[in-house]
Structure formats: structure tokens, C-alpha cells
């Protein structure tokens, strides 16, 4: 069977910037088995796979592990593969997921993701996280991921983090946000996944799920402008409204081409 595929940098307007996702249009649900393998064949944080049933566009998330429940950018990936490259009609773009009806727009070049808001409780920091970090965090949070607060963007640039040490961890599905006040923005972050073939996902947008409503609260402002500080960088536009959240960003597409399964 031949598919199409597309490779999309989000939440960046340069090729090679943000985070890769592929993207596949379906007719018709494949075995969960074949889109993991294709998923593991692509070797990207994420694999979207999409079928189109009309008013709505049914959309699933596989890394080359698992398939997740959330993923940011691979929804801005799709939605841009939809706009710019499928030529979709609609003025916003309804998915269907196992988070509930996730909706996109586009205005000027940027992706509007309107997501589920998950801001985070206080918690305490488990050892075996503590262990695997070279730097202590100031404060704990949790929502599906541990949110760890340190105060400069110079400490979350500096993280390392012990690999044999956090693959240790089991927080299937979520992961480890690092996050502090920015330097030129309202906050920056990285984050990092045990037991993934990719460690530290270059931009999360699932994430800014809690980064936000946390920050909007420490800040005291529903506007926010973020940056992911992984090597490949992310800019992602914010706006807290109570229990949703909108993550906005531009994409860029890298490559357009076909995959044959059997």
C-alpha cells in the first residue's frame, strides 16, 4: 500500500528549527501495529496519522514507542499539512482525539491550537528524577508531567541529565518539564522523556498545557510568548482562558513523499 508523507518542522518558521513531525493522511484505520512500525520507521518524536470523515478530522499520535494521548506539534504539523499543502476549506480545523475536540485556526502564517488546560499541583520531587538532574529545582508540580521551577534561564540551558539513571522512571506517558522566568520572553522550558528513543523532545506543545496556566498565575498575565531552549529552539505564543489554553506558532515544511506498507 503506498501513503503519503509529509515531514513538518513546527513551532518555527526555519527548516531544521523546532520539532520534526510526520504526518500521514489515511483512508481508512490501519492496524495499530503497522502505524507504531511506521511510526519506529520515521524516528521522530511523533507520527500524526489523520482520516478525514467530513466535519471532522480523526487524528492519532504514535512516537516510535507508544501512542500518546496529547501531542502539540504534530497537531500544528497536520494542520499545516491541511492548509498549506492539502488546500482543506474550512476556516478551522475540528480533530477528533483522545483528548476531546482539539480546534485549529490560522491567521498570518500562525497555527492557533486550542488545547485542554492542566495546571499543575505542588508535589514532591521523586529521588530517582532528583538523582538523574545535575541541577536542584527550586519548586515541584504536577499535572500528567512533573513541572520542576529553577530560577534563571541560564540553569534550565546548563540541565544535564543522567540517562541511566533517569530511564529509570516509569511516567508512561508523560515527562520531566524544566522550566524558569526568561530572559528575553515570559518563560522558557525543555523536557525530557525516560525510556524514549528521543530524550529531549525540541518542542513540546502538550507541555505548555501546565506552562502555561502556571505561568499566567506567576506572572499575573494571559499573554505569554515562550521559547523550548532545546538545540533546534521553539517559539510557541500563549494565551491562558481558564480551562483551555491557545498555543500558537508557525511551521515549515521539510519534505513531501511517499512510504509503502504492506
Not at 487524528?59 to 507508544?66: G, V
Not at 500562525?110 to 545535575?134: A, E, H, Q, T, V
Request: net charge negative.
Amino acid at each position: 500500500m503506498k501513503l503519503e508523507l509529509y515531514q513538518v518542522d513546527a513551532f518555527t518558521e526555519n527548516t531544521f528549527g523546532g520539532n520534526p513531525a510526520c504526518v500521514v493522511p489515511l483512508h481508512q484505520w490501519l492496524p495499530d501495529d503497522t502505524l507504531l512500525s511506521i511510526a519506529k520507521e520515521n524516528a521522530v518524536a511523533e507520527t500524526a496519522f489523520f482520516v478525514d470523515r467530513g466535519n471532522k478530522i480523526h487524528l492519532r499520535w504514535f512516537t516510535p514507542e507508544i501512542e500518546m494521548d496529547l501531542c502539540g506539534h504534530a497537531t500544528l504539523a497536520t494542520a499545516h499539512c491541511l492548509k498549506s499543502i492539502l488546500k482543506y476549506p474550512k476556516d478551522e480545523i475540528i480533530f477528533e482525539t483522545q483528548s476531546g475536540d482539539l480546534i485549529v485556526s490560522l491567521r498570518n502564517d500562525l497555527y492557533s491550537l486550542d488545547f485542554p488546560s492542566r495546571m499543575p499541583i505542588s508535589s514532591d520531587l521523586p529521588n530517582i528524577i532528583g538523582k538523574s538532574l545535575n541541577i536542584e529545582p527550586r519548586e515541584v508540580y504536577k499535572s500528567r508531567d512533573y513541572l520542576l521551577v529553577y530560577d534563571t534561564e541560564q540553569e534550565i540551558r546548563n540541565i544535564r541529565v543522567d540517562r541511566n539513571v533517569f530511564d529509570q522512571i516509569n511516567l508512561d506517558p508523560g515527562g520531566v518539564i524544566v522550566t524558569a522566568k526568561g530572559d528575553s520572553c515570559d518563560f522558557v522550558s525543555r523536557f525530557f522523556t525516560p525510556q524514549a528513543s528521543i530524550l529531549e523532545d525540541p518542542v513540546t506543545g502538550s507541555a505548555h498545557c501546565s506552562l502555561i496556566p502556571f505561568w499566567s498565575s506567576r506572572l499575573g498575565k494571559n499573554r505569554l510568548d515562550a521559547m523550548q531552549i532545546s538545540d533546534r529552539v521553539g517559539k510557541l505564543y500563549c494565551q491562558n482562558k481558564k480551562d483551555r489554553v491557545i498555543i500558537s506558532g508557525k511551521a515549515k515544511t521539510y519534505s513531501i513523499g511517499n512510504l509503502w506498507t504492506e
